[in-house]
């Protein structure tokens, strides 16, 4: 399969798009406000809080305004034994998209919370050129910014824009993308559905199921 040889590089988001955590984290949520006898919010409510790219402590302020640090306890306290897979067969597409681009992270997870889930899901990171978190940068999506640390060190490459797409699930990750210059394609393994990204201005060919289909996309596009 011949990649079209303008891209270099992946940049890739991580919590529903290489982990396959939305619809889990959703009812993990809900049934820890259930057990609080809080409101349980509906999975809608949940999706625009995800789309908006908010931070966890903040969702949960807006989800749960007088009962947020109730709830956070209670949630911290099960935290670990929570555990999320990977999307159903990346682990062969990033295996076969390495052997023709750079693959990075970036991500606002910390550390401590991403190495416990990219264990969990069996991913191994020696296959990425680069894992941006939470601690490497002082700018979150959807401010461009947060690129800026990562784009200098493939600059160093002498590798350009123009030779660098975007994954991502969310609104957050368009824009960012967006402000930052970059090519965007969206997946639909997370919070955002085709409709949102249509909305938001993405053209329908930057949008695929999950990132399984990046391989036959960067044959075709670009």
């Known amino acids: 399969m ?15 798009t290489i982990l396959n955590n939305f619809n889990k984290s959703v009812k993990k949520h809900q049934e820890t406000a259930r057990r609080l006898n809080l409101n349980v919010p509906r999975k809608s ?3 625009k809080m995800w789309l908006k790219g908010l931070p966890w402590k903040k969702l949960v302020k807006t989800l749960w305004p007088s009962d947020a640090k109730l709830f956070s306890q209670e949630y911290r306290k099960n935290y670990q034994k929570f555990k999320y897979k990977p ?7 990033l295996n076969q998209l390495r052997e023709k681009c ?3 992270i970036v991500t606002s997870r910390s550390k401590e919370h991403f ?3 990219i264990n969990d899901a069996k991913i191994n990171k020696n296959i990425f050129f680069a894992i941006q978190l939470l601690e490497d940068s002082p700018f979150q999506k959807p401010d461009h910014r ?4 990562i784009l200098g060190r493939l600059k160093r490459l002498k590798i350009k824009k123009q030779n660098v797409i975007c994954v991502g699930d969310t609104l957050t990750d368009y824009k960012a993308a967006e402000g930052a210059c970059l090519h ?7 919070a955002a559905t085709k409709s949102d990204f249509l909305k938001a201005g993405l053209s329908p060919r930057d949008i695929i199921q999950s990132v399984n289909d990046l391989p036959e996309y960067l044959t075709l596009f670009l």
């Open 146 to 149: 947060i690129y800026n640390r």
């Open 102 to 104: 750079l693959l990075i």
């Open 115 to 117: 190495d416990k889930r």
């Open 87 to 93: 999307v159903p067969g990346i682990l062969k597409t």
């Open 45 to 47: 409510e949940f999706r």
């Open 184 to 190: 965007f394609v969206g997946v639909l393994t997370g």
């Open 2 to 16: 011949k990649f079209n040889k303008k891209i270099k590089v992946v940049i890739l988001d991580f919590d529903g």
